[in-house]
């Protein structure tokens, strides 16, 4: 599900410690740094949202079961 990135939300994720990467997901492999579901995820880690270039979008992934 996309809905559209902004500063508010980055705050607010960084005030209340919103989890909603792969990060901390239950079905992330740390090991391989993959989906266990063979999902692409590379717009679904916290790296995607914390680097320099803010995304448009926020992206949230269908399969997130919070560890």
């Given at each position: ?23 901390h ?43």
């Amino acid at each position: 599900m996309d809905v559209p990135f902004n500063n508010k939300f980055d705050e607010q994720r960084k005030i209340f410690g919103f989890r909603f990467t792969c990060e901390h997901c239950t079905y992330f492999d740390d090991s391989e740094q993959s989906c266990s579901h063979g999902f692409p995820n590379g717009v679904h880690r916290l790296s995607h949202y914390d680097g320099p270039a803010k995304p448009e979008t926020i992206i949230f992934c269908k399969e997130f079961d919070l560890c």
